[in-house]
């Protein structure tokens, strides 16, 4: 691991690979990495969050899972940030003790969703007390409301953040809110915080607003795409921009009117990359094979502007 660089561009969101028959695949974890760096061009991945089914999990799951992208990872991708959010604070504590030990680049919580923290006191008390069981690791808030039903303003979270968790290092930021993301970004400037926007089909709104990068479950199988966007943003060359942010957009669109979740991405990953990812676990069902004939013949529709 190429040591500390911020955090910026593209995270792949990681989809925990599974055999047939539900146990978790390690033996696949060297292929995907090598796909993603260079097939991709993605060289930050986020493990054990929404897309790699963190939450349904057991903790000796999720430590092997760390330990194999860290180890897979090393000399290869440039960030390893592992998801430690659990809904008991001891588990998420203990996870976050490993993340440190194995020299994960970053750790990152969720809320709790369970018993919820009504106010950001109570929030930042839980993430407070994770932190702090890796005090020389990079903390990230993953802030995804839509799953955790937590809807804590982030603008209001980040006010004085440093002084009780002198490791917060930024946010993955899963919302639709692109004015609280703003607010986030203007009021922190002289902060060196990454704000890693979570809502492929629109990033590019969030880059407007000066988002860092992304984490998402497309870069998967959409990175290389997204890389361009990202290039064509900075240059600036918003046009060109446009157009991809509508490509992605096309696709995302016919796949979300089909139903689109954790499944349906582990199926699409599967086609695309050739690496098997497996079924998801129960409460998830795997994708029905309409969704995969037709989102497969959507995706070899589109006519990329790089011609592709
Ligand atoms: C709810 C969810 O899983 N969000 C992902 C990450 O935050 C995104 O990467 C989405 O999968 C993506 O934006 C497609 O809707
Ligand atoms: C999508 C995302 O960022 C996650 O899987 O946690």
């Known amino acids: 691991m190429t040591p500390r660089k911020k955090l910026q561009g593209l995270v792949a969101a990681t989809i925990t690979p599974m055999t047939p028959d539900g146990q978790i695949n390690l033996s696949v974890i060297h292929q995907y990495v090598d796909y993603l760096v260079s097939e991709q061009n993605v060289k930050n991945v986020f493990v054990n969050g929404t897309t790699g089914e963190g939450l349904s999990l ?97 603008e209001e979270l980040l006010d004085g953040i440093k002084e009780q968790i002198p490791t917060f290092q930024g946010v993955k930021f899963s919302d639709t809110d692109l004015l609280d993301l703003a607010q986030c970004i203007n009021k922190n400037e002289t902060e060196q915080f990454a704000f ?20 998402g479950s497309t870069y998967n199988y959409l990175g290389r795409k997204t890389n361009l966007m990202l290039q064509a943003f900075a240059k600036p060359d918003l046009r060109l921009a446009r157009k991809y942010q509508f490509l992605t957009g096309e696709f995302l669109n016919f796949v979300i009117k089909l139903g689109f979740g954790v499944a ?30 037709k989102a497969k013949a959507k995706l070899e529709s589109i006519v990329w502007p790089d011609g592709d």
């Not at 590019?204 to 992304?214: C, K, M, R």
């Open 58 to 154: 057991n903790i000796q799951e999720r430590k092997q899972l760390a330990e194999e992208w860290m180890c897979q990872g090393k000399d290869k991708l440039d960030h390893v940030i592992v998801h430690v959010g659990a809904l008991s604070l001891p588990e998420s504590q203990e996870l976050a003790r490993h993340a440190a030990a194995i020299g994960a680049s970053g750790i990152a919580v969720i809320a709790p969703f369970f018993f919820k923290p009504t106010d950001k006191d109570e929030l930042i008390a839980f993430l407070q007390k994770v932190a702090s069981e890796a005090p020389a690791v990079p903390f990230y808030y993953y802030h995804i409301p839509p799953l955790t039903g937590v809807k804590i303003r982030v």
């Open 196 to 215: 890693l926007y979570g809502v492929d089909e629109q990033l590019l709104s969030a880059l407007a607003v000066g988002a860092n990068g992304a984490v």
């Open 264 to 293: 349906e991405t582990k199926a699409v990953m599967t086609f695309v990359s050739g690496i098997p990812m497996g079924p998801p676990r129960l409460p998830l069902v795997d994708a029905s094979e309409e969704f995969i004939v």
